[in-house]
């Protein structure tokens, strides 16, 4: 422990001292449950699609130490790094993600994935952390009145990436970017009208979609009324949690994953409520609530107007993209494919979500002097 004395002033040294320790052990936390859900819920999908029982677990396994070490490698840089490996992210993103159109596989309708090296990759998974932090530049070049018009290249920027994945198409990335967007929007102290313009807009195209996309009109019919469409799968997710009571079925030992398709991903929350209990869920949840809140907590006395906005965006795409994956699955609001940050398979998702909150602790670590900018 020498090593991580106070008056150590090596790399590590200053990172353990500065870092948001409760924070990281929080995410740490998170990818554990992951882990133990992984071994629950995947051997039943991995082989109604032909594949031996746990090949989808030591998949994802195997990623979870490379997405831990990609956590801590990026809450080492300094804010300008971080700038700096987004604009990088964001630039291969919106590369892939046009790739994508053209090369991708379609699977349910939607060209999300391309394979790249024998991997299937996500773009829009890297596009969301990195497109955060970009757009807070942006904001804050706007603000310091350095000529560049960072307003309206970040508004060119955000109806490109909107573009790209309503053309995929994939409506609940897009709402989530613009989520993450609005938000900074209204952080940003920028007119209550072009807040409400957005609002405007947004509910437009949501509309536009239930009428243009039949999965979008079966998901949003099927939540409204019973019997206008297919709940076999919320049915099942639903009866998982009252299967499981307040202390679960025990790991392992729950019987709605087999009937799930999706139980793996999407419904990987119905599996920890089945096997784990009310009690476990809310432990999960609460992981969710104290990363968001702790993070903002430590924005308060934060004087970076670039820092405040960039890691503002990363938790608002954090929290949001937990709570649509648990509402969904608890039926309160319609199903959307979105994973549950840190417990739902998915390899692109997992190394982003670890380059986002890695980004997130880098710009909330106790900075000094020149390091803040």
Same mark, same amino acid.
């Given at each position: 422990?020498?090593?991580?004395?106070?008056?150590?002033?090596?790399?590590?040294?200053?990172?353990?001292?500065?870092?948001?320790?409760?924070?990281?052990?929080?995410?740490?936390?998170?990818?554990?449950?992951?882990?133990?859900?992984?071994?629950?819920?995947?051997?039943?999908?991995?082989?109604?699609?032909?594949?031996?029982?746990?090949?989808?677990?030591?998949?994802?396994?195997?990623?979870?130490?490379?997405?831990?070490?990609?956590?801590?490698?990026?809450?080492?840089?300094?804010?300008?790094? $971080?700038?700096?490996? %987004?604009?990088? #992210?964001?630039?291969?993103?919106? *590369?892939? /993600?046009? +790739?994508?159109?053209? =090369? @991708?596989?379609?699977?349910?309708?939607?060209?999300?994935?391309?394979?790249?090296?024998?991997?299937?990759?996500?773009?829009?998974?890297?596009?969301?952390?990195?497109?955060?932090?970009?757009?807070?530049?942006?904001?804050?070049?706007?603000?310091?009145?350095?000529?560049?018009?960072?307003?309206?290249?970040?508004?060119?920027?955000?109806?490109?990436?909107?573009?790209?994945?309503?053309?995929?198409?994939?409506?609940?990335?897009? $709402?989530?970017?613009? %989520?993450?967007? #609005?938000?900074?929007?209204?952080? *940003?102290? /920028?007119? +209550?009208?072009?807040? =409400? @313009?957005?609002?405007?807009?947004?509910?437009?195209?949501?509309?536009?979609?239930?009428?243009?996309?039949?999965?979008?009109?079966?998901?949003?019919?099927?939540?409204?009324?019973?019997?206008?469409?297919?709940?076999?799968?919320?049915?099942?997710?639903?009866?998982?949690?009252?299967?499981?009571?307040?202390?679960?079925?025990?790991?392992?030992?729950?019987?709605?994953?087999?009937?799930?398709?999706?139980?793996?991903?999407?419904?990987?929350?119905?599996? %920890?409520?089945?096997?784990?209990?009310?009690?476990?869920?809310?432990?999960? +949840?609460?992981?969710? =609530?104290?990363?968001?809140?702790?993070?903002?907590?430590?924005?308060?006395?934060?004087?970076?107007?670039?820092?405040?906005?960039?890691?503002?965006?990363?938790?608002?795409?954090?929290?949001?993209?937990?709570?649509?994956?648990?509402?969904?699955?608890?039926?309160?609001?319609?199903?959307?494919?979105?994973?549950?940050?840190?417990?739902?398979?998915?390899?692109?998702?997992?190394?982003?979500?670890?380059?986002?909150?890695?980004?997130?602790?880098?710009?909330?670590?106790?900075?000094?002097?020149?390091?803040?900018?």
């Amino acid at each position: 422990m020498s090593s991580f004395a106070r008056t150590d002033t090596s790399l590590l040294g200053r990172w353990w001292w500065t870092v948001d320790r409760w924070t990281l052990l929080s995410l740490i936390a998170l990818m554990g449950f992951g882990a133990v859900l992984m071994l629950a819920a995947s051997p039943a999908a991995a082989e109604r699609i032909g594949l031996q029982s746990f090949q989808l677990a030591s998949r994802q396994i195997v990623l979870l130490p490379l997405a831990a070490a990609l956590l801590i490698a990026m809450s080492l840089a300094t804010p300008r790094w $971080v700038r700096r490996i %987004a604009c990088l #992210g964001l630039l291969g993103s919106i *590369a892939l /993600l046009g +790739l994508t159109l053209v =090369a @991708g596989a379609e699977i349910k309708g939607a060209t999300r994935w391309i394979s790249l090296g024998g991997f299937s990759l996500q773009p829009s998974e890297f596009a969301k952390p990195c497109f955060a932090v970009v757009s807070a530049w942006l904001f804050s070049l706007e603000r310091e009145e350095s000529g560049v018009p960072g307003v309206k290249i970040a508004i060119g920027l955000w109806l490109t990436m909107v573009s790209l994945l309503l053309l995929q198409p994939d409506l609940g990335q897009a $709402v989530l970017l613009s %989520a993450i967007w #609005g938000a900074q929007l209204f952080l *940003a102290g /920028l007119p +209550l009208a072009w807040i =409400a @313009g957005l609002a405007v807009f947004g509910a437009g195209g949501i509309v536009a979609a239930y009428f243009a996309l039949p999965h979008v009109t079966e998901r949003i019919n099927s939540f409204l009324d019973p019997a206008a469409g297919d709940r076999y799968q919320i049915n099942r997710s639903l009866e998982a949690f009252v299967n499981g009571g307040l202390l679960g079925r025990g790991p392992g030992e729950g019987t709605v994953k087999a009937q799930l398709p999706d139980a793996h991903s999407d419904f990987i929350f119905a599996v %920890a409520g089945e096997e784990m209990g009310l009690i476990a869920c809310l432990i999960i +949840l609460g992981l969710f =609530a104290f990363v968001v809140l702790r993070g903002f907590a430590r924005l308060m006395g934060e004087n970076s107007f670039f820092v405040l906005l960039a890691a503002s965006g990363l938790l608002v795409q954090f929290g949001l993209q937990a709570f649509i994956n648990m509402a969904s699955t608890l039926h309160l609001m319609p199903t959307k494919g979105m994973t549950l940050p840190f417990l739902s398979y998915g390899g692109s998702s997992l190394m982003a979500l670890a380059l986002g909150m890695g980004m997130l602790l880098a710009l909330t670590r106790r900075r000094v002097g020149g390091e803040a900018l």
